[in-house]
């Protein structure tokens, strides 16, 4: 396994020269060795200690994520940029986090004021010297761009809270069921989205921060409670519980967000 990452690696840094590998074979190599899903498959933890020692391999790919152009970007459909700017967000994400392993949480890289972990620039993107919320929030998230809210589910962010980092990369021609799988998993996780005991929605604190991607329009849809509703069996094992969600009767609460690094349980 190995040798096969090594020459991937070798393979991200020639990109540049020969086009970019949209398989993102070389980051795929590595999710597929250093992410464990945990039982149920609904969430993941990452091998940070092992990740860092295929660490050149990393770097390699993300030197060849820096190589690409705006305008060799451009130049791309609409699906084969999404899954770029979702690996590199996630990719120098793991590259953030050991740079400063071990960490109990990425909340421990900089301050909210200082050096903010996602506002620090640390890696060139489109030709630009960027920062992971420029990813998120200023291209994924642009109004008119993708207009997909289950970005969401796919972008990592170190913590248990987060999304399960997934355990290959995204592709442009499997996106759409990546995505879609993404939504189920993290819907069907108890622990991050659940019906309460006391009839309430018990969701992850992402459909609060982000209530606007769920309310202006995508796929017809124009709230909240009427995309959990096309979900209702995956909130509750109660046929009654799941009739209540499916006619948007279960009003909303919010779980406390949990920025536990997402590292293996030792």
């Given at each position: 396994?190995?040798?096969?990452?090594?020459?991937?690696?070798?393979?991200?840094?020639?990109?540049?020269?020969?086009?970019?590998?949209?398989?993102?074979?070389a980051?795929?190599?590595?999710?597929?060795?250093?992410?464990?899903?945990?039982?149920?498959?609904?969430?993941?933890?990452?091998?940070?200690?092992?990740?860092?020692g295929?660490?050149?391999?990393?770097?390699?790919?993300l030197?060849?994520?820096?190589?690409?152009?705006?305008?060799?970007?451009?130049?791309?459909?609409?699906?084969?940029?999404m899954?770029?700017?979702?690996?590199?967000?996630?990719?120098?994400?793991?590259?953030?986090?050991?740079?400063h392993?071990?960490?109990?949480?990425?909340?421990?890289?900089?301050?909210?004021?200082?050096?903010?972990?996602?506002?620090?620039?640390?890696?060139?993107?489109?030709?630009?010297?960027?920062?992971?919320?420029?990813?998120?929030?200023?291209?994924?998230?642009?109004?008119?761009?993708?207009?997909?809210?289950?970005?969401?589910?796919?972008?990592?962010?170190?913590s248990?809270?987060?999304?399960?980092?997934?355990?290959?990369a995204?592709?442009?021609?499997?996106?759409?069921?990546?995505?879609?799988?993404?939504?189920?998993?993290?819907?069907?996780?108890?622990?991050?989205?659940?019906?309460?005991?006391?009839?309430?929605?018990?969701?992850?604190?992402?459909?609060?921060?982000?209530?606007?991607?769920?309310?202006?329009?995508?796929?017809?849809?124009?709230?909240?409670?009427?995309?959990?509703?096309?979900?209702?069996?995956?909130?509750?094992?109660?046929?009654?519980?799941?009739?209540?969600?499916?006619?948007?009767?279960?009003?909303?609460?919010?779980?406390?967000?949990?920025w536990?690094?997402?590292?293996?349980?030792?």
């Amino acid at each position: 396994m190995k040798w096969i990452i090594v020459l991937l690696a070798f393979c991200a840094g020639s990109a540049a020269a020969q086009g970019f590998d949209h398989a993102h074979k070389a980051w795929d190599a590595l999710l597929k060795k250093h992410v464990l899903l945990l039982p149920g498959n609904n969430a993941s933890q990452v091998r940070y200690a092992e990740f860092a020692g295929d660490r050149g391999v990393l770097k390699a790919y993300l030197g060849a994520l820096s190589a690409v152009s705006e305008a060799e970007f451009q130049g791309w459909p609409g699906a084969q940029r999404m899954a770029f700017l979702i690996n590199a967000y996630n990719a120098f994400t793991v590259e953030l986090i050991l740079e400063h392993y071990p960490v109990k949480s990425i909340r421990d890289i900089g301050s909210d004021l200082f050096n903010n972990r996602w506002k620090r620039k640390f890696f060139r993107l489109l030709g630009r010297e960027s920062y992971l919320d420029q990813i998120e929030h200023e291209i994924l998230r642009k109004p008119g761009a993708y207009d997909e809210p289950r970005v969401h589910f796919a972008l990592n962010c170190a913590s248990i809270g987060c999304p399960g980092l997934r355990e290959e990369a995204f592709v442009a021609e499997r996106l759409e069921a990546q995505l879609e799988e993404q939504a189920v998993r993290f819907l069907s996780d108890r622990s991050r989205n659940r019906l309460g005991a006391q009839g309430r929605l018990e969701v992850s604190k992402i459909f609060d921060w982000f209530k606007e991607d769920w309310t202006s329009g995508y796929r017809g849809i124009q709230s909240r409670e009427q995309y959990f509703a096309k979900y209702a069996r995956l909130l509750s094992d109660e046929p009654a519980q799941q009739k209540r969600v499916a006619e948007g009767k279960a009003p909303l609460s919010f779980l406390d967000y949990d920025w536990s690094l997402n590292d293996v349980r030792r």
